[in-house]
């Protein structure tokens, strides 16, 4: 089964403790990419400004959290 990434609003998901943020859709960036984040202890999606890592989908963001932090647990 699949995890599903919760959708907060237009461009911002939660998945796994992590922000996967549509850099075009939320920031007027001149291409799309997405931002991964995590989540710190007691906060949510909103305090997850310190973005690491970036993917071209949305798709390779769920990829990318499943292969290096749960290293395939999916």
């Known amino acids: 089964m699949t995890q599903a990434a919760k959708r907060i609003e237009h461009g ?5 403790g992590y922000s ?9 960036a001149t291409y799309t990419f997405w931002n ?3 989540i710190p202890a007691g906060g949510d ?3 997850a400004y310190e973005a ?3 993917t071209n989908t949305k798709a390779e963001a ?7 932090y749960y290293k395939g647990c999916s």
């Open 62 to 68: 769920k990829d990318f959290i499943d292969r290096v």
């Open 20 to 28: 996967i943020e549509n850099m075009k859709k939320r920031a007027d």
């Open 45 to 47: 999606v909103y305090d």
């Open 52 to 54: 690491h890592d970036s």
């Open 36 to 38: 991964i984040a995590k």
């Open 12 to 16: 911002l998901y939660e998945y796994r």
